[in-house]
C-alpha cells in the first residue's frame, strides 16, 4: 500500500496563486473558500533581505490532531494515509479547526461540512497528480508515494533534505524545502 | 447523443464509450476521475475537453478545459505548447471565471443622452454605427477614424482589415502603455523586436526591472529556476526585490529609471579595461568607435551618483559578465523601465542591447539568441484578398518614427482626438481609457469625439465612456485564427469554442467585425468567417484545422537552429550601435545617456509600478476569485520602505495618502524591507473607476491617475512612471 505525500519547494514558488485557484476548481469551492493558504515571511534588512512564501494546507498527518478530537469519526486516515471527512458524518462542530496547527480546516459553505485539501482523492485514490501539483508552473510542488524510495516526492525530498512544517509534531506528510 | 453522466451510468454502454472518443487524450480512469470530480459539485452532463489558448497576458499559453455539460470544470496546461509547458498559472486559471462572471456585458449598449445606458439588439447597434461612420468618412475623412487594440490572434486582423478597408491607417497596439521602447529600440540595433535569453547553458543573466515571477510565463518561470538550480549567476537590478528574487543571486537596488546610467557605465568597464569581444565587434557592429569615445565618460563613480549603486558593484558585475561570457547577457525585459516608463526608456533597451554585443553573446550557446518565426503562407482564395494600402500615413508615424510599425503609438490617436481631429475612436480588448496614458485626459479626449464604439466583455472604464458598447463572448468561447509561435522550435496554436456559450446575445470577433463592416459599407471585404479563414491559413503550414480543434497546438517543421552570429536585419546587416535613424528622429544617433525627465525633490518619492501574478492589466481586478485573493492578501497595498515607514510613523495596514501634481488618492501601506528608500512601489491593477465592475470598484488606487500626460520622444510611449509623489500617513 503506498503512503502518499508531497514536497513543497519554498525556493521555487513565487506565489502565483495558481494552486489555490486549480484547487478551487477542482474542488468546487467558493472564490473566498481554499484549501491553500499562503505565508509570506520576509527576513533581514534592507539591501540583505530574502521573502520566502510559503504555501500550506492540510498536512496529511500521521497523527492527525483533527482526526484524534473529532468526535463522529468523520475526518479519518486511509490505507493509504491520506486525511480525508465524510461529509455524512460531519456535524459542523469545529473541533477540527481548534485541533489543526496548520490551520488547514475550512467550513465549506455550500455544504456545512469543515474540508480541507484531499490531495483530490476520488475513487479511492488521490489526484494524478493533485490540481495543485498539476498545475504549478515552477514544479515547485512534487507528489507521490513516501514509501516508494524511487517515486519523484522520495527522490526530491532526499535531495534537498526537506522536512516537515513543525519538525515531526504531527507526522505530517508534506515536506518543505526552505 | 450522449447522456447525462452520474455515478451510476457513467460506465454504461455507448454513452461512455462515445463519451470517451470525443474527449480526446482523457483516459478512461482520468475521464471517470473527472465524471466523479464534477458530480460531487453538482455539476452533470457530458464530459468533454477541448484546448484554447489563454488570454490572460500576450504569452497566450496552450491550455486544454475540462467542461461538464458545456461549462467549464478545470484547466490545465497544454503539454505541447512551449510556453505553458503543462502548467497555467493563477492568472490563468482566474481569467477563465471570467465566462460566468455576474458583471459581464449581456448586449449591444448606446449611451443616451444623460449619460445612462440602454440596451438595443445588434442589427440597430450596426446600423446606426455604420451610419455614423459613414458621416464621418464623408466629412472628414478616413484617416479621422482609428482603432486600438490589445493584440489577440483574431482580434489584431480584423482591427486592421476594418480600418484599412474603411480607408484608414489608424490601427494602434497597447503598445505605449507596454513594452514599445524595447521593440522599437532592439528593432534599430539588431533588427529584430525582441531576442531570448538561453537558460539551459547561460552562466550569468542580468535583469533590468524585468520579473518573470510576477510577470510570469511558465516556461520562463521553470528556465529561471533550473537555471539556478545548475549554478547560473542571476542578477536582478530593481528597486524593488521582486518575487523572482528567490532565483537570483544578486539584487542591486536602483533608484528608478537610472537604469541607462547603471548600463553606460556597465559598457564604461567592459571597453576602458579591454573585455569586450573585439571579434564580435570587428565583424558584426557598426559605430562602435563613436559609442566607445561617448561611453569613456559614463565611468561607474559617475553612474554611482545617479543610479546609488556603488561604483566597486558596477565594476564587479562588468568583469563578472565578461568572464561568463559569451554565456552571459542582459535579458531582453518588457515593460518597465525598458518598455515605456520613462523618458530614456528607448534608450535604456537600447544600451542594455550594446551590453549583449559588447560580450558577444548574441547567437552564442548561452547567450542572446535571435530565432525565428513561422507564419501563414499566401491565401489564393480572393475572400481573403487585402483591401488596398490606404493612402494616408497613420496619425503618428510623422512625430513618432521610432514607435515600432506593427504597434504604432495609440496615444497620437488620442492627440488627434484631443485636436479635434480624430473623430472616430473603435476600442477592441482594450480599457485603453484607464490603462494607456493620465485617463483625465482620455476622459476629455472622448468627450470630444462624434463616436466611441468598444468592443469588450466587461464594462470598463473605456466602455462606460463609448458611445456603443457591443459584447464580445470571452475567449474560452470563440473559435479564433491561429497564432503562431517562434523560436528554437516553431508551433502553431488556436483557440476553440471550448466551452458552451454563456450569453445568447454576445458575438465572437469575426461576427463582430463583419456587422460592423457590413453596416459601415465595406462588407465585401469580410465574406467569411474566422473558421474559413483559419482553415485556409493552417492549410498553408499543412495543419488540418480538425487536427487544431483538436490538439490545440501543433509543432510545426523543425526550423533548425543553429547557434551563431544571426544576420541583423538592420540597414547595414549588423548591430548597430550607431544608427541613422534615431538621429532623424531627432536624438542621439549613438547610444548613449539620456537622464529621466522628473527626479523627486526632498521629502518627494520615486514611484514604480508592477506587476502581480494573479493580474493582467486592469482586465483581471473584477473577477470574483482574483479579487477575492487581492482582498484576503491586501495586494492593493502601496508598498513603502521600512525607513521610510518610521521616519513618516506609518505601519502596514495603516492609510497613507499619495498625491503628485495630478491626483491624490489613499490606500493602505505595506511596510517592507523589500524596497529601496526613497521609493514607494503601486501594483498597476487596482483604484477601479468603472460602478458597474462593483469589486473593483473604488479598490485600490491606480498609477495612471498619478502620471502626467506625455509621451517619451522618438517612440510616443506613455512614460508610466515619470512622476514624484509625496506620502504622508492619514491619522485615523
Known amino acids: 500500500m503506498a503512503r502518499y505525500g508531497m514536497l513543497i519547494n519554498t525556493k521555487k514558488c513565487v506565489g502565483c ?162 | 447523443m450522449f447522456e447525462d453522466v452520474s455515478r451510476r451510468t457513467f460506465l454504461k454502454g455507448t454513452a461512455a464509450t462515445a463519451a470517451l472518443a470525443a474527449a480526446g487524450s482523457l483516459s478512461l480512469g482520468a475521464w471517470r476521475d473527472q465524471a466523479q470530480a464534477a458530480e460531487a459539485g453538482g455539476m452533470s452532463g457530458e464530459v468533454r475537453q477541448a484546448p484554447s489558448l489563454c488570454n490572460g497576458c500576450s504569452s497566450k499559453c496552450g491550455l486544454v478545459a475540462t467542461t461538464v455539460g458545456g461549462k467549464l470544470y478545470t484547466l490545465k496546461g497544454n503539454e505541447t505548447h512551449p510556453y505553458s509547458k503543462g502548467r497555467i498559472c493563477g492568472r490563468g486559471h482566474g481569467l477563465a471565471q471570467m465566462a460566468y462572471s455576474d458583471e459581464r456585458v449581456t448586449q449591444p449598449l448606446r449611451r443616451k443622452d444623460n449619460g445612462e445606458f440602454e440596451p438595443i439588439d445588434w442589427d440597430t447597434a450596426f446600423k446606426e454605427i455604420g451610419e455614423k461612420v459613414k458621416g464621418i468618412v464623408a466629412k472628414s475623412g478616413p484617416e479621422s477614424l482609428a482603432i486600438i487594440q490589445d493584440p489577440r490572434p483574431s482580434g489584431k486582423y480584423y482591427s486592421k482589415r476594418f480600418m484599412n478597408a474603411l480607408g484608414s491607417p489608424n490601427v494602434y497596439a497597447h503598445s505605449s502603455s507596454c513594452n514599445l521602447s524595447k521593440e522599437s529600440a532592439y528593432m534599430q540595433t539588431m533588427g529584430a523586436s525582441n531576442y531570448s535569453t538561453d537558460f539551459g547553458n547561460a552562466k550569468m543573466v542580468m535583469f533590468i526591472g524585468r520579473s518573470y515571477g510576477d510577470g510570469i510565463r511558465p516556461s520562463s518561470v521553470q528556465s529561471l529556476a ?219 479626449a472622448l468627450q470630444k469625439t462624434d463616436l466611441v464604439v468598444t468592443i469588450d466583455v466587461q464594462m470598463s472604464e473605456t466602455a462606460l465612456q463609448s458611445d456603443y458598447v457591443l459584447p464580445e463572448v470571452t475567449y474560452l468561447e470563440r473559435l479564433e485564427l491561429p497564432e503562431f509561435i517562434g523560436g528554437k522550435k516553431h508551433f502553431v496554436g488556436m483557440r476553440t469554442a471550448a466551452i458552451d456559450k454563456v450569453l445568447p446575445d454576445a458575438k465572437t470577433c469575426d461576427e463582430i467585425f463583419n456587422g460592423l463592416a457590413e453596416a459601415c459599407g465595406v462588407g465585401e471585404y469580410f465574406q467569411f468567417t474566422a473558421e474559413d479563414l483559419a482553415t485556409a491559413q493552417l492549410a498553408t503550414v499543412g495543419v488540418d484545422i480538425d487536427v487544431m480543434k483538436k490538439d490545440g497546438v501543433v509543432e510545426l517543421p523543425d526550423p533548425n537552429f543553429k547557434y551563431g552570429v544571426p544576420k541583423f536585419k538592420t540597414p547595414s546587416g549588423k548591430f548597430e550601435f550607431s544608427t541613422e535613424a534615431v538621429g532623424a528622429a531627432g536624438l542621439n544617433p549613438v547610444i548613449g545617456y539620456i537622464p529621466r525627465k522628473v527626479t523627486p525633490k526632498d521629502g518627494e518619492f520615486y514611484i514604480v509600478g508592477g506587476k502581480q501574478g494573479i493580474h493582467s492589466h486592469t482586465m483581471t481586478q473584477n473577477i470574483e476569485c482574483l479579487n477575492a485573493i487581492s482582498r484576503e492578501y491586501h495586494m492593493e497595498r502601496l508598498w513603502i520602505s521600512a525607513q521610510d515607514a518610521e521616519k513618516l510613523g506609518v505601519q502596514t495596514g495603516d492609510t497613507v495618502e499619495v498625491a503628485s501634481s495630478e491626483h491624490t488618492g489613499q490606500v493602505e501601506a505595506r511596510v517592507t524591507q523589500r524596497l529601496k528608500p526613497g521609493v514607494v512601489f503601486l501594483p498597476t491593477h487596482y483604484g477601479g473607476d468603472s460602478p458597474v465592475q462593483t469589486r473593483a470598484y473604488q479598490y485600490g488606487i491606480a498609477l495612471t491617475d498619478f502620471i502626467p500626460f506625455d509621451m517619451e520622444p522618438g517612440t510616443g510611449s506613455m512614460m508610466s512612471q515619470e512622476v514624484a509623489v509625496t506620502v504622508k500617513k492619514v491619522e485615523a
Not at chain 1, 496547527?101 to 469543515?114: D, L, N
Open chain 1, 17 to 178: 496563486f495558481a494552486c489555490r485557484l486549480a484547487c478551487q476548481a477542482k474542488n468546487h469551492l467558493e472564490p473566498t473558500e481554499a484549501f491553500i493558504k499562503f505565508h509570506e515571511l520576509e527576513t533581514g534588512e534592507f539591501p540583505n533581505v530574502y521573502n520566502e512564501i510559503v504555501p500550506t494546507q492540510c498536512q496529511h498527518c500521521e497523527d492527525a490532531p483533527c482526526a484524534a478530537v473529532c468526535p463522529t469519526h468523520a475526518t479519518y486516515i486511509t490505507d493509504s494515509g491520506v486525511v480525508l471527512v465524510d461529509p455524512e458524518k460531519c456535524i459542523g462542530c469545529k473541533y477540527c479547526m481548534a485541533a489543526c496547527p496548520y490551520g488547514a480546516r475550512i467550513v465549506q459553505e455550500s455544504t456545512g461540512v469543515v474540508e480541507k485539501c484531499r490531495f483530490c482523492y476520488e475513487n479511492g485514490e488521490p489526484g494524478n497528480p493533485p490540481a495543485c501539483v498539476g498545475t504549478c508552473i515552477s514544479g515547485a510542488r512534487v507528489f507521490g508515494d513516501l514509501d516508494d524510495p524511487e517515486s519523484d516526492v522520495s527522490q526530491a525530498i532526499a535531495k534537498y533534505h526537506a522536512q516537515p512544517l513543525a519538525s515531526n509534531l504531527t507526522e505530517s506528510k508534506i515536506y518543505y524545502v526552505r
Open chain 2, 226 to 444: 533550473s537555471a539556478k538550480e545548475a549554478g547560473t549567476r542571476i542578477v536582478s537590478v530593481d528597486p524593488r526585490l521582486n518575487n523572482s528574487g528567490i532565483f537570483s543571486s544578486d539584487w542591486v537596488p536602483i533608484n528608478p529609471g537610472t537604469d541607462l546610467a547603471f548600463i553606460m557605465a556597465l559598457c564604461n568597464v567592459l571597453i576602458e579595461e579591454d573585455l569586450y569581444d573585439h571579434e564580435f565587434v570587428e565583424q558584426n557592429t557598426v559605430g562602435f568607435d563613436e559609442f566607445a569615445a561617448q561611453a569613456q565618460e559614463y565611468t561607474p563613480e559617475w553612474a554611482a551618483k545617479i543610479t546609488d549603486v556603488p561604483a566597486e558593484r558596477i565594476q564587479e558585475l562588468a568583469r563578472a559578465l565578461a568572464k561568463a561570457a559569451p554565456a552571459a547577457s542582459i535579458e531582453s525585459g518588457w515593460r518597465a523601465v525598458i518598455g515605456c516608463s520613462y523618458q530614456n526608456s528607448f534608450e535604456t533597451a537600447r544600451a542594455a542591447s550594446a551590453v549583449n554585443a559588447l560580450l558577444g553573446s548574441y547567437g552564442a550557446k548561452g547567450g542572446a539568441l535571435l530565432t525565428s518565426s513561422p507564419s501563414a503562407g499566401k491565401l489564393t482564395d480572393a475572400r481573403f484578398a487585402d483591401p488596398a494600402k490606404p493612402e494616408a500615413k497613420r496619425v503618428g508615424n510623422k512625430e513618432y518614427p521610432l514607435a515600432l510599425d506593427s504597434a504604432g503609438t495609440n496615444l497620437a490617436a488620442l492627440k488627434a482626438a484631443l485636436d479635434g481631429s480624430m473623430k472616430g475612436l473603435f476600442f477592441y480588448n482594450s480599457n485603453a481609457a484607464k490603462g494607456y496614458a493620465q485617463p483625465k485626459t482620455w476622459t476629455e
